[in-house]
C-alpha cells in the first residue's frame, strides 16, 4: 500500500463509508468543504446527523489515531457543521435532526487490504461556556 497521507487518508474515509453504510447510516456526504472547513464523512441515520472525523494511519503507529482529534480539531469540526446546517444541502434533511460528532479510526497493515477500525460514535460534546 502507498503510505502517503492523502492516499492513505482517502482509503481510510473509503472504508470508513463503507462501515457506516453497513451500519445504516445514509452518506450524505465525503469531503463536504464550506469556505475553508473540510468534514469528512456526514451521515443520516434516522433523524440523527453524524458528523465524522476520520483518522487514517498505517502500522506502526505510536498512539491511536483517534487521539489525534483534540480541542482545535473539535472546534473546526463543531464549525464546519454549522456551515453545513446553513448550506443548500440542508434544505433536503428533516427538521428535526440531532445532531452528533463521531471519531473513526483506521489503521492499515501490510499492503492496506488487511485494516481495523474502530468508531467512536457520540465521541464529543460541544460545549460553550
Known amino acids: ?13 473509503e472504508e470508513a463509508s463503507h462501515y457506516l453504510a453497513r451500519l445504516g447510516h445514509r452518506i450524505l456526504a465525503r469531503n463536504w468543504r464550506g469556505g475553508h472547513l473540510e468534514l469528512d464523512i456526514i451521515t443520516l441515520l434516522g433523524n440523527e446527523l453524524h458528523v465524522v472525523e476520520v483518522k487514517s494511519r498505517v502500522a ?14 473539535q472546534r473546526r469540526m463543531v464549525a464546519a457543521a ?9 434544505k433536503h434533511l428533516p ?14 497493515y501490510g499492503t492496506g487490504a488487511d485494516f481495523d ?13
Not at 500500500?1 to 474515509?13: A, F, H, L, S, Y
Request: no cysteine; charged share 30%; hydrophobic share 40%.
Open 82 to 90: 454549522q456551515a453545513f446546517l446553513h448550506s443548500e444541502e440542508r
Open 95 to 108: 427538521a428535526d435532526l440531532e445532531i452528533f460528532f463521531d471519531v473513526m479510526s483506521v489503521v492499515f
Open 60 to 73: 506502526p503507529v505510536m498512539a491511536e489515531p483517534s487521539r489525534n482529534v483534540g480541542r482545535d480539531k
Open 1 to 13: 500500500m502507498k503510505t502517503d497521507r492523502p492516499t492513505v487518508g482517502r482509503k481510510g474515509e
Open 117 to 129: 477500525i474502530e468508531y467512536f460514535p457520540k465521541a464529543f460534546i460541544p460545549l460553550y461556556a
